[in-house]
């Protein structure tokens, strides 16, 4: 089969690889039908490629139908139409229980201490092979899949991979009663999920990202944008009774613009020899932290930030006394996709798409276009918001 695999920092190829099999019995096989380029996957593209491996299968966000399961797999069948939460859970431990199913207990990367396993994300998340690809091996797809209707576009449910339910957890976390106010720091399709998930449920929302593109975007949906950086806080506190937001959404994460010592220091371990770049990364890397410290400034005394960008240092310096003098509470982590499931699915499959999922892709292209999708995304070309791969 034909996959997008990682080969270098800023480098990725479609290459021709093995097509997976059945491990265990309680896997599957999807041929993928689309596939969607992460914001993550840019941190495998920039900062994170001493994890990872020339060759892995990258992709996390998969669809498609069923070819073949395991003996342990009755909840799925071959002609099945599914969505692949990107991460992997068991759906029985003590964390899967309790809605924590991104801390899955079965399938936790011990050698690095992290939560549970994720597809195509570096050795950091178990070097599982990803699903930019032909083809999918799915473990656990007794729990794991999510079924959806035979009809309908495949964009409609393709973000319950990942973005929609991200984008609401960020929203729960943000714990902001039915008319206050969130700010979005951020409009890559994580912020503008977020966005339109806040303004769906009674919020009044004002996002911030520099790109017009992105901010007209979310104007369509009736989301008031601000495009500049500089004093952003003070922005939000004129708009605000002078106070700041009830709540902060940081879809931004470890590499925010406007931080170029932390840059520098990024740069530097990616261009390090893997286990020395990896050691750096665990025992003293640092994120660009620029849209994390305006959320800190811009929230409300007793307000809350919710964290949806991803984070990876070990070392990040954080203003303590301001974080606490301000009484903010702090939510984070990566999301529980299966958590979210029946929250989300009747709104996904809602003809009158009330989040506007139908509204979030801005190119398709095929598998074999993937390096320059990558690139074109990476440098926000060409009004790049969020990228479908057609396999």
């Known amino acids: 089969m034909k996959a997008l695999t990682w080969q270098a920092k800023r480098t990725v190829s479609v290459e021709t690889v093995p097509d997976p099999q059945i491990i265990e ?29 020339k060759g892995d299968i990258i992709g996390h966000e ?29 759906g029985h431990c003590y964390m899967c229980r309790r809605g924590l199913q991104s801390q899955c207990e079965t399938t936790q990367v011990h050698e690095y201490n992290t939560g549970g396993t994720l597809l195509g994300y570096s050795r950091l998340y178990g070097s599982l092979p990803g699903g930019q690809a032909e083809l999918l091996r799915v473990p656990h797809a007794d729990y794991g899949p999510i079924k959806v209707p035979q009809v ?18 960020a929203v729960q976390y943000a714990n902001t ?37 992105r901010r007209e975007m979310a104007e369509r949906h009736g989301i008031e944008t601000l495009g500049s950086l500089d004093g952003t806080a003070d ?21 925010a613009h406007g931080a170029p010592v932390a840059g520098v220091a990024q740069a530097a371990t990616g261009l390090l020899p893997s286990p ?39 070392k990040d310096p ?48 095929s598998l074999d276009e993937g390096p320059e999708m990558y690139e074109k995304f990476q440098k926000k070309e060409d009004g790049c918001i969020k990228v479908v791969l057609k396999p």
């Not at 309908?152 to 984008?167: H, I, K, M, N």
């Not at 702090?330 to 979210?340: D, F, P």
Request: with cysteine.
């Open 62 to 90: 998969p669809m498609g139908i069923v070819e073949e399961v395991g003996s342990a797999v009755t909840n799925i069948k071959p002609g099945d139409r599914v969505v692949i939460p990107f991460n992997v859970s068991c």
């Open 25 to 53: 019995p309680t896997d599957a096989i999807v041929r993928i039908t689309s596939t969607a380029i992460c914001g993550s996957d840019l941190h495998l593209y920039e900062v994170l490629g001493p994890f990872m491996d």
């Open 318 to 365: 954080l203003p303590m006394l301001n974080i606490f003098d301000k009484q903010i509470e702090l939510r984070m982590g990566q999301c529980n996709v299966r958590n979210w499931v029946d929250d989300l699915l009747p709104l996904v499959d809602d003809p009158s798409d009330p989040l506007g999922v139908l509204d979030l892709k801005t190119h398709t292209a």
């Open 276 to 314: 020395a770049g990896r050691a750096m990364m665990q025992n003293a890397g640092v994120d660009r932290l620029s849209a994390l410290y305006t959320a800190i400034d811009a929230v409300r005394r007793g307000g809350t930030i919710s964290l949806a960008g991803v984070y990876g240092g070990a």
């Open 235 to 255: 922005l939000l506190r004129e708009l605000t009774d002078g106070r700041g937001p009830d709540a902060v959404i940081d879809a931004v994460g470890m590499e």
């Open 177 to 213: 009663d039915e008319g206050g106010t969130l700010a979005v720091l951020g409009l890559g399709p994580i912020g503008q999920m977020s966005a339109r998930i806040g303004k769906h449920l009674g919020l009044r929302v004002i996002a911030v990202d520099p790109v017009s593109e």
């Open 152 to 169: 309908g576009e495949d964009e409609r449910y393709l973000f319950l991979s990942d973005v929609v339910p991200t984008a609401w957890q």
